[in-house]
């Protein structure tokens, strides 16, 4: 399968300051990727479809000024949590939508865990 | 709307058993894909296999092997002689071009625990 990597693997900070989560499809371009969020024993679920070139689409309850995402190129989309809090601890997950030789499949990254103290 | 149900939380089987995990799904569209993934405890999700609506045939990858049933809205995975090394979460799937552009819809997924 395709690579799509992501960093950084595991940030823990503190309360109120913002942290950036880098995703990037390895081998193929991907005009669009994904960001997921998962809670410990749930199942993942979309945050955000980031578009390369155009605003990112938010899924309803999910703040968009709270979730800055930049899609500037076509292997890299990044999301800023901005003044982080101790319940946006989560494992965050980006996908990269491979549409290659007409398949549509996702790629997903290895995920970032954050802990907000 | 899209739906991913996938009815067992958790499974526990000894090795060499074979075992089928569920997955029943809901779209109104017409095209559509059907994923599996599997989490191991590092909590990457690794791609198993994808199937889209129009093709029905059924799938052997070594020892996994998948049923899509379009009558049923069921797209089940069977791993056939189960080793320790299966154990996992996994993951079944849902794509529709819908609201979210082939954004993946998740079912709750279903606990593996294969022991010796």
């Known amino acids: 399968g395709a690579v799509v990597s992501q960093h950084p693997s595991r940030v823990i900070c503190k309360s109120g300051t913002s942290v950036k989560i880098e995703c990037r499809s390895l081998d193929f371009q991907a005009t669009t990727m994904f960001w997921y969020r998962q809670f410990p024993k749930q199942s993942l679920m979309l945050m955000a479809t980031s578009n390369e070139g155009s605003k990112a689409t938010y899924e309803q309850g999910v703040e968009k000024d709270k979730f800055l995402i930049n899609h500037a190129s076509l292997t890299l989309s990044t999301l800023t949590v901005t003044s982080a809090h101790p319940e946006d601890s989560s494992f965050y997950i980006c996908?990269?939508?491979?549409?290659?030789?007409?398949?549509?499949?996702?790629?997903f990254g290895p995920g970032t865990r954050l802990l907000v103290l | 709307a899209q739906k991913v149900t996938q009815a067992q939380t958790e499974i526990s089987v000894v090795e060499k058993e074979d075992v089928t995990l569920d997955c029943v799904y809901e779209?109104?569209?017409?095209?559509?894909?059907l994923f599996w993934y599997k989490q191991p405890p590092s909590g990457e999700l690794v791609f198993l296999i994808r199937?889209?609506?129009?093709?029905?045939q059924n799938e052997i990858s070594g020892r996994y092997s998948w049923n899509f049933q379009k009558s049923t809205s069921s797209f089940n995975f069977t791993i056939t002689a189960s080793q320790v090394v299966d154990s996992a979460v996994y993951y079944c799937a849902l794509s529709t071009l819908g609201d979210s552009g082939y954004a993946l819809n998740f079912g709750k997924g279903t606990s593996l625990l294969v022991t010796p």
């Open positions: 199937r889209n609506s129009f093709d029905e």
């Open positions: 779209t109104r569209d017409t095209t559509y894909y």
């Open positions: 996908s990269a939508r491979d549409r290659r030789g007409g398949k549509e499949t996702q790629y």
